[in-house]
């Protein structure tokens, strides 16, 4: 195993520990990451609910506090790393924000827009590029997801 992909694993458990805070406070288990130089710039979570906020998604909270710490609304460099595929709102965001790099764990077949259902990041025409990678851990993060909604199911009965 490469030093690279350790670190990658390393930053991906990092953002897991922040889904399962997400499913502790009773929202959907996504976590995220943002890495800058080898270091942690901003960790956080879902939390749409709690905020009443439907942009409250954890990579929008990320690339919120990475902007605050680096007091700059672009995010040269930073690498983003999130248990679930990003959706169109976040793709739309970490575009704007010029990340350098997306990493994640499961792909999202109802609402990913890099590889799940399409991938926006692939889009020649768009200004700005992000380079993207999906899978990683992706068995324990998926496995957070089904067991959260599963869990939902069994109680709303």
């Known amino acids: ?13 990092l953002a897991i520990e922040q889904a399962k805070l997400a499913a502790l406070e009773g929202e959907i288990p996504v976590g995220a990451v943002l890495v800058k130089d080898g270091q942690c ?20 909270n990320v690339l919120r506090e990475g902007a605050k710490q680096l007091q700059n609304y672009r995010l ?19 575009f704007h924000a010029r990340v350098n790099r997306v990493f994640f764990g499961a792909f ?24 993207v990678q999906g899978g990683i851990l992706e068995a ?3 496995k957070l997801l089904k067991d959260f909604f599963k869990n939902k199911r069994l109680l709303a009965h």
């Open 140 to 142: 324990e993060c998926s």
């Open 1 to 13: 195993m490469s030093s690279h992909f350790s670190d990658d694993e390393k930053w991906m458990r």
């Open 41 to 60: 710039l901003a960790t956080s979570h879902n939390l749409p609910i709690a905020r009443h906020d439907p942009t409250a998604h954890a990579e929008m």
């Open 76 to 94: 040269p460099g930073v690498d983003l790393y999130v248990t679930l595929e990003p959706c169109l709102m976040c793709a739309g965001a970490i």
């Open 108 to 131: 999202d077949s109802k609402t990913g827009v890099a590889g799940g259902v399409i991938n926006v990041f692939q889009e020649t025409a768009l200004n700005h590029h992000t380079a």
